[in-house]
């Protein structure tokens, strides 16, 4: 059965530091989103991607974040100075299309913790 | 905008009793529903959702929900739970964007007893 796969399962970082968080959508997927979820807290909405550009993003995506799809196959999302409120479990999600009753499938998710 | 409240962080049943966990949702324009299981260390899986077609859903594992648009709720209802129900469930909303993005409810830890 097809899958949204994430790496790393589990980050550490400094405070500061840049970190990618990976995700393999499923193949013949076009749509394909970050949400993440702070410990407590709701799964939100970051950004979402279609056709090589980031077609929504929340309050939440701004600057520091960045998301691109590099080779085809691979994307990815770029904290380019981690804070210590960036700690979350971050979800890539895949569509097949755009249609709002379409199902998203979801990767496991990527534990990120700032220290 | 849209928004998801789930009453209740954690719910805790015993094996064999009926499981309900409650979804509420708010938006301006026809919902899509959804509700997703998480199991621990793996991802969100969809269970079911509402897409107008019916207003009475079936998902997998048993599962059901009834959407009720005079009371905005979606709950999500199991008549015997079972031991490996036990995982953290999500209603979601989706339908007042171009790109379909969905926003969740808090999460509702289910907790099954022997």
Not at chain 1, 47 to 69: A, C, M, P
Not at chain 2, 19 to 29: A, E, G, H, P, Q
Not at chain 2, 63 to 92: N, Q
Not at chain 2, 94 to 110: E, R
Request: hydrophobic residues 35%.
């Amino acid at each position: 059965e097809p899958e949204v796969t994430q790496t790393p399962s589990h980050q550490v970082t400094q405070m500061g530091q840049e970190v990618i968080l990976r995700c393999v959508p499923i193949s013949n997927h076009l749509y394909f989103y970050w949400y993440r979820q702070i410990l407590g807290q709701k799964v939100e909405f970051l950004v979402s991607f279609y056709n090589n550009e980031i077609s929504e993003k929340s309050e939440i995506f701004d600057d520091q974040f960045s998301v691109e799809r590099p080779d085809g196959s691979n994307f990815t999302l770029k904290i380019r100075s981690t804070k210590l409120e960036d700690s979350a479990m971050y979800f890539c999600a895949s569509r097949g299309n755009r249609g709002a009753n379409t199902e998203a499938f979801f990767g496991q998710g990527t534990r990120l913790t700032v220290v | 905008a849209q928004s998801v409240t789930q009453l209740g962080s954690h719910v805790s049943v015993s094996e064999g009793a009926l499981v309900l966990l409650r979804c509420n949702y708010s938006s301006s324009v026809p919902p899509y529903l959804f509700w997703y299981v998480q199991y621990p260390n793996q991802g969100l899986q969809l269970l079911l959702k509402y897409t107008s077609a019916a207003t009475l859903v079936k998902g997998i594992n048993g599962f059901e929900a009834e959407f009720k648009k005079s009371e905005t709720s979606f709950h999500l209802t199991k008549p015997s739970a079972h031991m490996s129900d036990a995982a953290e469930y999500f209603c979601a909303v989706s339908g007042d964007s171009g790109y379909s993005t969905l926003t969740f409810g808090k999460g509702t830890m289910l907790l099954v007893s022997p």
